[in-house]
């Protein structure tokens, strides 16, 4: 009987034990939750430990490729007879321009409209009372064709617009200078850009007598604008229309391209 009773003692004895140890580990459970609740909504890294600069950086390189937009527009009074004309007139553009050695690749058909032209059956007198009516006809049809064209040999830029003009094109534009690849200008300004940024973290960081530990945000906000050097750049309607057989070639020079690079590094100070 002794036996049996002090069997039943050490299974009590083992129960409480057991009940104690899960009851501490509920606790400590408890104590972990709590604390990973009042942590829910913190950033990880606190806004009084980072500090964010700003850089700027440009890089200009010349231009290696031009592009030249042109326009034919006929009316007649037919949409076939209009057709006809603008067709012929931008088959001999288009000659023109593959005379100069421009590859099919190169030549890009950006639009083609056709257009009805209407008469104002009762015109307005200009110190008169207008009185509005009619139903306008149409008396015309205009068809209009433009054209891209990338030159890669830019010595071919001033005699292309010349062959252009002289086939009285109603519409000249261009030459629009780029780069053909613009990745290395924008590395080249980014990398400046971001070297501005971390010689103005240190220069701060050392102001404030902290040190800076690491990156723990980077943006790159660049939008690459291109702000074109002496190249002529604008419209050449005017040109194109003085333009006679006996026309001398423009001057074109290239000047240069400009990227513009704007980064923001944020750094976690201690």
């Known amino acids: 009987m002794n036996e049996t009773m ?20 509920a606790l400590f459970l408890l104590v972990k939750t709590v604390d990973a609740l009042g942590d829910v909504g913190e950033d990880e890294f606190p806004m009084q430990n980072l500090i964010t600069v700003n850089g700027t950086g440009t890089a200009s390189m010349v231009p290696d490729i031009a592009k030249i937009t042109f326009s034919v527009t006929q009316e007649a ?4 007879a209009a057709q006809d004309g603008a067709t012929k007139q931008a088959n001999d553009a288009l000659a023109a321009v593959e005379e100069e050695g421009i590859e099919e690749k190169d030549i890009k058909t950006v639009s083609y409209n056709i257009s009805p032209l209407y008469s104002n059956p009762r015109p307005c007198p200009m110190d008169g009372y207008c009185v509005s009516g009619g139903t306008p006809e149409i008396y015309a049809y205009q068809v209009s ?11 071919k830029v001033s005699t292309l617009l010349t062959a252009l003009g002289q086939l009285n094109v109603q519409n000249l534009y261009g030459p629009e200078f780029a780069l053909d690849d613009s990745s290395a200008a924008q590395n ?10 971390k ?10 007598g902290v040190r800076l530990v690491r990156i723990v945000s ?13 190249g002529y750049g604008g419209t050449m309607m005017e040109m194109s229309q003085s333009m006679d057989a006996r026309a001398s070639n423009p001057s074109v020079p290239t000047g240069e391209n400009e990227y513009t690079a704007q980064v923001s590094i944020t750094y976690e100070i201690r």
């Open 6 to 25: 002090n069997s039943l003692a050490d299974n009590r004895a083992l129960r409480i034990a057991a009940v104690a140890a899960i009851s501490i580990l």
């Open 77 to 80: 009074s037919t949409v076939a």
């Open 145 to 155: 064709q433009t054209v891209q064209v990338t030159v890669r040999d830019l010595e």
């Open 188 to 197: 080249a300004a980014r990398a400046e850009a971001i070297e501005e940024a």
């Open 199 to 208: 010689e103005q973290a240190e220069v701060l960081a050392d102001q404030l």
């Open 218 to 230: 980077f943006s790159d906000s660049s939008a690459y604008p291109m702000y074109y050097g002496k």
